[in-house]
C-alpha cells in the first residue's frame, strides 16, 4: 500500500481551515483519520444539567436553555437556500421537530430538527459556519 503523503497533507489543511479536531476521508477500501492533539479544556463557567432527555445550560449570566446541538460535523446553513427565508430568527416560537437550520456534510443537506417546543433565544452559528458533531446551534428557552 503506497501513502498519499499530498492527501493526508491536504486532510490536515482542512483541519486546520475549518477548525476541526478530527477528519475521517475513505475511498474504496484506502481509509484515512487525521486529529488534532487533544488539548486540556478550560473548565466551563457554566453547568450542564441532563433531565428527561433534555440538556439544560447553566451559563455565567444564569440564562437557562435547551440546547439544539449539531448531528454532524458540516457547514451550517440557516436558510433552505441562498437567500430565502431563515428557518428561524431570535423570538419565533418553535415546535417539537421542526427545522431550525440545516448542516451540509458531503453534499448531503442534514434538516436540524428542534429537540423540544420553546422560543429562540439565541443562533450561535453563523450562516456557512464550519460546525462540529454536538456543538450548540441554537439556545430555546
Excluded at 421537530?97 to 448531503?108: F, H, L, P, S
Aim: no cysteine.
Amino acid at each position: 500500500m503506497k501513502i498519499e503523503k499530498k492527501l493526508i497533507k491536504e486532510l490536515v489543511e482542512h483541519l486546520k481551515e475549518f477548525n476541526l479536531t478530527e477528519l475521517e476521508y475513505q475511498d474504496g477500501s484506502t481509509k484515512i483519520k487525521v486529529s488534532k492533539a487533544s488539548k486540556t479544556l478550560e473548565a466551563s463557567k457554566g453547568s450542564a444539567v441532563v433531565s428527561q432527555n433534555k440538556a439544560v445550560l447553566k451559563t455565567s449570566n444564569d440564562e437557562d436553555g435547551i440546547r439544539v446541538k449539531s448531528p454532524i460535523i458540516g457547514t451550517a446553513y440557516l436558510a433552505p437556500e441562498p437567500g430565502a427565508k431563515k428557518f428561524v430568527k431570535i423570538g419565533d416560537k418553535v415546535k417539537k421537530g421542526q427545522t431550525v437550520m440545516i448542516v451540509e456534510a458531503m453534499k448531503t443537506m442534514n434538516h436540524v430538527p428542534s429537540t423540544d417546543d420553546g422560543e429562540v433565544i439565541k443562533i450561535l452559528v453563523n450562516d456557512g459556519q464550519p460546525v462540529e458533531f454536538g456543538q450548540t446551534l441554537v439556545l430555546l428557552k
